[in-house]
């Protein structure tokens, strides 16, 4: 499987919001459970949250009510839209295709 890519990341202020996105190849996308997952520094990776080629979402407690997970079929992307950010966000977050192609990561800094 081709490796995923992520793109979005940056830094932010406590409070803000910021998206990423992670596109997918043509064979794998629409037939996988998509997942984005984070990893801060001397933590271990924990799931973000994923969804089923048919739109069921799982969220980890620490981000439900201010992260979405969605994606586009079309366009072999999955997306996740982050508000009310916190600096305990802070970490490289990462999208996972199945269970173990996983994408090289991109840091979100939230930072004042």
């Known amino acids: 499987q081709e490796q995923p890519v992520e793109s979005g990341g940056g830094l932010v202020q406590p409070g803000g919001s910021l998206r990423l996105s992670c596109a997918a190849s043509?064979?794998?996308?629409?037939?996988?459970?998509m997942g984005w997952y984070r990893q801060a520094r001397g933590k271990q990776r924990e799931l973000v949250a994923d969804?089923?080629?048919?739109?069921?979402?799982l969220y980890g407690e620490s981000v439900k009510g201010r992260f979405t997970i969605s994606r586009d079929n079309a366009k072999n992307t999955v997306y996740l839209q982050m508000n009310s950010l916190k600096f305990e966000d802070t970490a490289v977050y990462y999208c996972?295709?199945?269970?173990?192609?996983w994408g090289q990561g991109t840091q979100v800094t939230v930072s004042s």
């Open positions: 996972c295709v199945g269970t173990d192609t």
């Open positions: 969804i089923t080629p048919g739109g069921h979402t």
């Open positions: 043509r064979d794998t996308f629409s037939h996988y459970v």
